[in-house]
Nanobody, 126 residues
Framework: QVQLVESGGGLVQVGGSLRLSCAAS????????MGWFRQAPGKEREFVTG????????YYADSVKGRFTISRDNAKNTVYLQMSTLKPEDTAVYYC???????????????????WGQGTQVTVSS
C-alpha cells in the first residue's frame, strides 16, 4: 500500500494560483496512473484530473480544463497540481489518489483508485 501526503493548500483570492504536491512513500508510483479529486462541503467527491504512469496522457474535468495542470516527477515519487485562475467554486478539499491502472481515461471513478491521501484544503475567497 502506498502512502500519499498532499501539501500546498491554503487560502487564495479569486484569480490566484496554488500548486499542490502529493508525495508518495511505501512504494514507487511510477507504474501507476495518478489522480486528483476534490470534495466541497455537502457534495460528492469528484474527479478533477488524472495522469498516466508515464505522464504522457492527462485528462481534466471540464470545470478545470485550461486552468489546472497535472504533472508528475517519478524520480521524486511526487505528483503536482498547478491551479490557476482560481474561482470560488474551486473551494474544496483536494485529494491525491493512486490508480490501480497504468492509464487514465475520461470519467475516472473513485473505484479506479486504491490509495488516497488525507486531503488538503483549498479555499478561494471572492
Amino acid at each position: 500500500q502506498v502512502q500519499l501526503v498532499e501539501s500546498g493548500g491554503g487560502l487564495v483570492q479569486v484569480g490566484g494560483s496554488l500548486r499542490l504536491s502529493c508525495a508518495a512513500s511505501g512504494r514507487t508510483i511510477n507504474s501507476y496512473a495518478m489522480g486528483w479529486f476534490r470534495q466541497a462541503p455537502g457534495k460528492e467527491r469528484e474527479f478533477v484530473t488524472g495522469i498516466s504512469w508515464s505522464g504522457g496522457d492527462t485528462y481534466y474535468a471540464d470545470s478545470v480544463k485550461g486552468r489546472f495542470t497535472i504533472s508528475r516527477d517519478n524520480a521524486k515519487n511526487t505528483v503536482y497540481l498547478q491551479m490557476s485562475t482560481l474561482k470560488p467554486e474551486d473551494t474544496a478539499v483536494y485529494y491525491c489518489a493512486a490508480s490501480i491502472y497504468q492509464l487514465v481515461r475520461p470519467g475516472q471513478e473513485l473505484a479506479d483508485f486504491g490509495s488516497w491521501g488525507q486531503g488538503t484544503q483549498v479555499t478561494v475567497s471572492s
